[in-house]
């Protein structure tokens, strides 16, 4: 993009240009039956600095969750390097992932309404942790195919973050924000 801003000829290998093409290819013409697993291991330091300021950490903090939090900070960042490998791959596109993400947000609208109407007697923090478990046992397909699951669980965090969703029943008051439409 820089070089086409800059009126300067884009050159692209080969090997780079077939490789791009038949992701492209395969992803529209059906032949991607599975988005490829993230190998991807977060380090200390990279899970530390999750800590620190991020929203859906502090939600997950709400329920009470902090043996929980390193595995949920590690599905966050792996969907965020899967979501970035499949897009410089070809393989995912943008009106589709936020479909994708829309799609999540009505689920979690639902498991919350399931949670109000089903466990009134419960607690605030036993009710966001009933949406919480549910939504992230979910099973989701982006472009019709279904995703790993610590994606998924990834997803649901991302959007917490922005923060579209909340899994405490007064996250918003709690947190000191409004919910993004």
């Known amino acids: 993009m820089a070089r086409i801003d800059s009126r300067v000829p884009v050159r692209i290998p080969y090997d780079d240009f077939r490789k791009q093409r038949l992701a492209v290819t395969k992803r529209i013409t059906g032949g991607l039956t599975a988005f490829p697993e993230s190998d991807t291991v977060p380090t200390r330091e990279e899970i530390s600095n999750e800590l620190v300021d991020r929203l859906y950490v502090h939600q997950l903090q709400l329920l009470g969750m902090e043996e929980d939090i390193h595995r949920n900070i590690g599905d966050f960042l792996r969907a965020s390097a899967m979501r970035t490998n499949w897009s410089e791959a070809g393989l995912l596109d943008m009106p589709s992932y936020k479909k994708y993400e829309e799609e999540l947000v009505t689920r979690w609208r639902m498991q919350r309404m399931s949670a109000q109407s089903s466990m009134a007697e419960k607690s605030e923090i036993a009710r966001g942790v009933q949406i919480l478990v549910a939504c992230l046992r979910e099973e989701a397909r982006l472009q019709s195919i279904v995703v790993p699951q ?24 709690l947190l000191g924000v409004k919910a993004k439409a």
Request: proline letters at 8%.
């Open 150 to 173: 610590d994606f998924l669980r990834g997803s649901f965090h991302a959007i917490a973050n922005e923060p579209r969703i909340g899994w405490h029943p007064d996250w918003e008051q």
